[in-house]
């Protein structure tokens, strides 16, 4: 029982549509996606992405395949107007891809707005202005009449100062937000005024962006809400209704669902739903989820670790471990139940079959994930406790995936030797697995110098037996590093790092630095972990990435590498 009666709220009113079609569709296509994790996402962070980040997530969006993305409120600040003006002159944004920013129906944020998106080659601007009751009444004080003059107002000046900008292909999209809190008959007039004021035509259609800005009802009601608007609006083949459906409730990916059903045409939201307050609707899922109904999405999650990395990177917020899709434990069962149906699924799984799997509504393979963490064996199977007795015992705090990885060593050498496995043992695999990796590559020393704003080092390692000084340069260690092995013809990618301080009890003796790192190869195909320690922390990040190399299995270059003579490599 909470504290105060649920009588302090009302239900929410049904819409009055008796012969509704949208529960008896289906959704047979994609919708027209438009990313906002540089706007809606960026601004909903604790710490907002800096130019590098955005500019790492806009060409990340971009190689996934959308074709609109929502880059900046540029009137916000000079770090968005600043960020819009980059893409545009830095030449950065591909031929089909539109930029889209966003401004309230204000004059002087509009004119900043348009003076940010000067010599873009097509953009989307995007006005708002709240019309429900509540903010009609409360916040501005205005009549329905002067609501619906302040976006007819905006528009035309959007349409003037389009106009003196003839360089560039203009596309208006107009929000009504809190439409879901609104009276549908005066979301209609405001929507009907817009397209008008706007002059919209089958060849220059408007954007209706008719968004749950805050969740009030189920997502019926919301399809309800669609279904009127989409069946009432004048100039309907002038208009692309588009869907933004936030998560106060937890139903934003079902609204969207049901939204499309009830004939909108485009879905606005962020990669991992991570907008205003609970969040926005999220893409991947959204999208994943028509994938696993025979539909192509039309968006490249076929590396979805690589994707998930660098959200995390650039957003500074991780993303839950039972994620659907995506998270590092969604393929993983930890129920013997659970791990016997799926062991007999894939027993009987043909290449050419429709996938059915018990407990796995989508290959791992279709988002690059494989089948080693799908079952593991937890405390319950009385082989537990691995990263338990790492930290506890030897102050070994392993990553999350790593976890994984390591839990099938241990698996194995279980399922080979029977019994339980005490803390020494574990270790001695967790050594022979990540620490003692000496072939074919084998760390010798390093130095490092700086080279103008660059970071260089030249190492010393082993390749194939023969000593190797190998010269590369970068914008850190680990980076300099990197370039240095594909010098020698030795080609991988860092996917991830974390270091951890240790204790220097145990058998780790007197390290006190541990460093994780996630690796794949040059394609980004294959990954698995390296493990560095050292008294250093470069030293054991380098220590790491040459465990992971040779855990990856690279192949041994012929030429290009220098042959060391013992001297010291400082210049």
Not at 226 to 247: F, G, K, Y
């Given at each position: 029982?909470?504290?105060?009666?649920?009588?302090?709220?009302?239900?929410?009113?049904?819409?009055?549509l008796?012969?509704?079609?949208?529960?008896?569709?289906?959704?047979?296509?994609?919708?027209?996606?438009?990313?906002?994790?540089?706007?809606?996402?960026?601004?909903?962070?604790?710490?907002?992405?800096?130019?590098?980040?955005?500019?790492r997530m806009?060409?990340?969006?971009?190689?996934?395949?959308?074709?609109?993305?929502?880059?900046?409120f540029?009137?916000?600040?000079?770090?968005?107007?600043?960020?819009?003006?980059?893409?545009?002159?830095?030449?950065?944004?591909?031929?089909?891809?539109?930029?889209?920013?966003?401004?309230?129906?204000?004059?002087?944020?509009?004119?900043?707005?348009?003076?940010?998106?000067?010599?873009a080659?097509?953009?989307i601007v995007h006005?708002y202005?709240?019309?429900?009751?509540p903010?009609?009444?409360?916040?501005?004080r205005?009549?329905?009449?002067e609501?619906?003059?302040?976006a007819?107002?905006?528009?035309?000046?959007v349409?003037?100062?389009?106009?003196?900008?003839?360089?560039t292909?203009?596309?208006?999209?107009?929000?009504?937000?809190t439409?879901?809190?609104a009276?549908?008959?005066?979301?209609?007039?405001?929507?009907?005024?817009?397209?008008?004021?706007?002059g919209?035509?089958?060849d220059?259609?408007v954007?209706?962006?008719?968004?749950t800005?805050?969740?009030?009802?189920?997502?019926?009601?919301?399809?309800?809400?669609?279904?009127?608007?989409?069946?009432?609006?004048?100039?309907?083949?002038?208009?692309i209704?588009?869907?933004?459906?936030?998560?106060?409730?937890g139903?934003?990916v079902?609204?969207?669902?049901?939204?499309?059903?009830?004939?909108?045409?485009?879905?606005?939201?962020?990669?991992?739903?991570?907008?205003?307050?609970?969040g926005?609707?999220?893409?991947?899922?959204?999208?994943?989820?028509?994938?696993?109904?025979?539909?192509?999405?039309?968006?490249?999650?076929?590396?979805?670790?690589?994707?998930?990395?660098?959200?995390?990177?650039?957003?500074q917020?991780?993303?839950h471990?039972?994620?659907?899709?995506?998270g590092?434990?969604?393929?993983t069962?930890?129920?013997?139940?659970?791990?016997?149906?799926?062991?007999?699924?894939?027993?009987v799984?043909?290449?050419?079959?429709?996938?059915?799997?018990?407990?796995?509504?989508?290959?791992p393979?279709?988002?690059?994930r494989?089948?080693?963490?799908?079952?593991?064996?937890?405390?319950?199977?009385?082989?537990?406790?691995?990263?338990?007795?790492?930290e506890?015992?030897?102050?070994?705090?392993?990553?999350?995936?790593?976890?994984?990885?390591?839990?099938?060593?241990?698996?194995?050498?279980?399922?080979?030797?029977?019994?339980?496995?005490?803390?020494a043992?574990?270790?001695?695999?967790?050594?022979?697995?990540?620490?003692?990796?000496?072939?074919?590559?084998?760390?010798?020393?390093?130095?490092?110098?700086?080279?103008?704003?660059?970071?260089?080092?030249?190492?010393?390692?082993?390749?194939?037996?023969?000593s190797?000084?190998?010269?590369?340069?970068?914008n850190?260690?680990?980076?300099?590093?990197v370039?240095a092995?594909?010098?020698?013809?030795?080609?991988?990618?860092?996917?991830s790092?974390?270091?951890?301080?240790?204790?220097?009890?145990?058998?780790?003796?007197?390290?006190?630095?541990?460093?994780?790192?996630?690796?794949?190869?040059?394609?980004?195909?294959?990954?698995?972990?390296g493990?560095g320690?050292?008294?250093?922390?470069?030293?054991?990040?380098?220590?790491a990435?040459?465990?992971?190399?040779?855990?990856?299995?690279?192949?041994?270059?012929?030429?290009?590498?220098?042959?060391?003579?013992?001297?010291?490599?400082?210049?």
């Amino acid at each position: 029982m909470l504290k105060h009666p649920a009588s302090k709220y009302r239900p929410f009113p049904p819409v009055n549509l008796a012969d509704r079609q949208w529960p008896n569709r289906t959704i047979t296509q994609p919708p027209i996606w438009m990313s906002t994790d540089l706007r809606d996402g960026n601004q909903s962070l604790f710490e907002p992405m800096n130019a590098e980040r955005k500019m790492r997530m806009f060409h990340m969006l971009c190689e996934i395949g959308f074709k609109e993305i929502e880059v900046a409120f540029p009137s916000a600040s000079e770090t968005d107007f600043n960020f819009v003006r980059g893409l545009i002159e830095g030449g950065h944004i591909p031929e089909d891809v539109t930029i889209e920013v966003l401004t309230q129906a204000r004059e002087h944020l509009i004119r900043r707005t348009m003076e940010s998106l000067k010599g873009a080659r097509r953009a989307i601007v995007h006005v708002y202005n709240p019309i429900s009751k509540p903010f009609r009444e409360t916040v501005f004080r205005m009549s329905k009449a002067e609501v619906v003059d302040m976006a007819v107002s905006a528009v035309k000046l959007v349409r003037q100062l389009a106009d003196q900008q003839p360089e560039t292909q203009w596309v208006l999209e107009y929000s009504p937000e809190t439409f879901t809190a609104a009276e549908l008959d005066f979301s209609l007039e405001i929507c009907d005024a817009v397209t008008e004021a706007w002059g919209a035509t089958p060849d220059n259609k408007v954007i209706l962006n008719l968004p749950t800005t805050v969740e009030l009802a189920t997502p019926n009601v919301y399809a309800d809400q669609i279904e009127w608007m989409h069946r009432q609006l004048a100039r309907r083949d002038s208009v692309i209704l588009s869907l933004h459906t936030h998560n106060d409730r937890g139903t934003a990916v079902a609204s969207a669902e049901l939204g499309l059903m009830a004939g909108a045409d485009r879905v606005e939201g962020c990669l991992f739903g991570n907008g205003e307050r609970t969040g926005n609707v999220d893409i991947v899922t959204l999208a994943m989820n028509l994938y696993t109904q025979g539909i192509d999405p039309g968006l490249d999650f076929s590396d979805i670790d690589a994707v998930a990395r660098t959200v995390e990177y650039c957003n500074q917020l991780p993303i839950h471990p039972r994620h659907p899709y995506v998270g590092d434990l969604v393929f993983t069962a930890f129920s013997g139940s659970h791990q016997d149906a799926i062991k007999k699924g894939f027993a009987v799984q043909q290449s050419d079959a429709l996938w059915s799997v018990p407990y796995l509504p989508v290959d791992p393979k279709d988002v690059g994930r494989n089948y080693d963490s799908v079952i593991r064996v937890n405390s319950q199977s009385g082989k537990g406790g691995i990263a338990y007795l790492l930290e506890t015992e030897y102050g070994i705090v392993m990553p999350r995936r790593l976890q994984v990885e390591f839990s099938g060593v241990v698996q194995k050498h279980a399922d080979s030797h029977g019994g339980e496995i005490s803390a020494a043992e574990i270790w001695q695999l967790f050594s022979a697995t990540y620490l003692d990796t000496v072939a074919p590559v084998r760390y010798r020393e390093h130095h490092l110098f700086e080279h103008g704003a660059a970071q260089g080092i030249r190492l010393n390692v082993d390749i194939g037996g023969i000593s190797h000084l190998l010269t590369g340069e970068g914008n850190g260690p680990i980076d300099a590093a990197v370039h240095a092995l594909q010098s020698a013809g030795i080609y991988v990618q860092v996917r991830s790092y974390e270091e951890r301080s240790m204790g220097a009890s145990g058998e780790a003796g007197d390290a006190r630095a541990c460093a994780f790192m996630e690796i794949a190869d040059a394609e980004g195909s294959t990954g698995c972990y390296g493990v560095g320690m050292d008294a250093n922390i470069v030293t054991a990040s380098i220590k790491a990435l040459v465990s992971g190399t040779n855990r990856i299995g690279v192949t041994l270059p012929k030429t290009g590498a220098i042959a060391w003579d013992g001297a010291s490599a400082v210049a």
